[in-house]
């Protein structure tokens, strides 16, 4: 092979590839550090309310989640097809809200505490009585700082 | 001694690509958002009598029953006027004996200035959809956060995020988000 070739113009040499895994590799680390894994799979059915003023949470490991709404398919025939409270990753009652608090709180720093949200998230077509009663216990458990976890509404009422 | 060839190293490539494209699907890159609010701290069991009892005028009534109806201030309305009647209430601009009465008060930037004793009281039923809720406190903070934009914009003329900090705590001054949710009813509920 080589010796047909000798009499043609140079070729430019492949471009190396050998750092390209490398490269990967940093982008790889990156987004392993910058992401975080999704640790709780929702147990109930979702849809959020949709709202314009919205805030974003910025600090994600300050928040606790509170998921409300119907059990999701599989969990009906055990948990009903009422809406249920989800705290962590299992179904809980109203009275248990203060403990889940409680122990949000000691995973966190001292200073950190002030700076805690619970984010709601409530499916829309819940009733009002249980996120009354969510509200009455975070203001027992003196977590008042919330945010009605919404998307985006774009058109207007 | 002959040398032991080299292992391949081409595929490694491949591999961490896998590994990326893993990663990348599997994490959750969405970011909450939420409509923002602070619930008030558990009163105390000795309620203050002395403190004296709100004006009619200056209380703009929101009531929303079971069948997800909104009467406000006496008035069958829908969700889409809300957010006027907030505003026309905190504004009060011809000053209408039926509307909340101002108070004048020093405020930096602006000097002397009347701002409204108004407050927005929200009453909801236990039968009550969440999704209704959420869009009428979604209305009533955006007639206040529309306030706020405007004099931002007429006073700074600028809107009210690109302001400093002591001219955007002036103006939550002159408009406060006063929105008092008061113990919902027990109609509605079998």
């Given at each position: 092979m080589e010796r047909f070739r000798k009499g043609k113009a140079k070729e430019l040499p492949a471009v190396s590839t050998a750092s390209l895994p490398d490269i990967v590799f940093i982008l790889l680390f990156f987004f392993m550090a910058v992401v975080k894994m999704r640790d709780v799979t929702v147990m109930v059915h979702q849809s959020l309310p949709q709202a314009t003023e919205l805030t974003k949470l910025?600090?994600?490991?300050?928040v606790s989640n509170i998921y409300v709404g119907v059990p999701q398919n599989q969990y009906i025939a055990v948990f009903g097809n009422e809406p249920r409270i989800q705290l962590n990753d299992k179904f809980a009652e109203v009275e248990d809200i203060v403990d889940f608090i409680v122990v949000e709180r000691q995973a966190r720093d001292e200073a950190e505490i002030p700076l805690m949200t619970t984010s709601l998230k409530i499916d829309e077509y819940t009733k009002m009585k249980i996120v009354q009663d969510i509200k009455q216990e975070l203001r027992r458990a003196s977590a008042l700082h919330i945010n009605y976890s919404s998307r985006k509404r774009l058109k207007n009422l | 001694m002959r040398k032991p060839p080299e292992i391949p190293s081409s595929s490694l490539a491949d591999i961490a690509f896998l590994l990326l494209i893993f990663f990348l699907t599997s994490a959750s890159m969405n970011t909450d958002m939420g409509l923002e609010r602070r619930l008030p701290p558990i009163a105390p069991?000795?309620?203050?009598?002395d403190t004296p009892p709100i004006k009619e005028r200056n209380v703009f009534i929101v009531l929303v029953n079971k069948d997800n109806q909104i009467l406000c201030e006496g008035q069958w309305i829908q969700i889409g006027e809300l957010r006027e009647k907030a505003k026309e209430f905190m504004e009060n601009p011809n000053d209408d004996p039926n509307l909340p009465e101002k108070k004048l008060k020093e405020v930096e930037f602006f000097g002397e200035i009347p701002i409204s004793e108004g407050v927005i009281s929200l009453q909801n039923d236990l039968g009550t959809q969440y999704g209704t809720y959420l869009a009428v406190q979604n209305e009533l903070v955006a007639a206040i956060n529309e306030l706020r934009n405007d004099l931002a914009k007429t006073k700074f003329g600028e809107p009210l995020e690109k302001l400093s900090k002591e001219k955007q705590d002036a103006i939550r001054d002159i408009y406060p988000q006063r929105i008092s949710e008061a113990e919902p009813k027990r109609v509605g509920v079998q």
């Open positions: 910025e600090k994600k490991t300050l | 069991d000795v309620e203050n009598k």
